[in-house]
């Protein structure tokens, strides 16, 4: 099991930036893949961004172009830089760890983006 922590949530307005990272209690080196997720309520979570351990990446539509994920092995940290921030990604963001045939989850960190 890998524990998660995810810091960098907060209130922006329509048009900023924010900055979430991900840490992980062991190396992420050998896990699989590492990525971002979001819930707003009565809604399914949803995958936002993965990272393979081989640097691959994928992104939602709705936010491809504006958010990017990257991950620092030496840190065991992964990040979620998110540009152009829109009402709409306002919702609790999650990391979670592949590996195994498991997928560990961090407890959330919320982003609200509203004037």
């Known amino acids: 099991q890998v524990q998660l922590v995810e810091s960098g949530g907060g209130l922006v307005q329509p048009g900023g930036s924010l900055r979430l990272s991900c840490g992980a209690s062991r190396t992420i080196f050998s896990i699989n893949a590492m990525g971002w997720s979001r819930q707003t309520p009565g809604k399914q979570r949803e995958l936002v961004a993965r990272i393979t351990n081989g640097g691959s990446t994928m992104y939602a539509a709705s936010v491809k172009g504006r958010f990017t994920i990257s991950r620092d092995n030496a840190k065991n940290t992964v990040y979620l830089q998110m540009n152009s921030l829109k009402p709409e990604d306002t919702a609790v963001y999650y990391c979670?760890?592949?590996?195994?045939?498991?997928?560990?989850w961090g407890q959330g960190t919320q982003v609200t983006v509203s004037s």
């Open positions: 979670n760890a592949d590996h195994g045939g498991t997928r560990d």
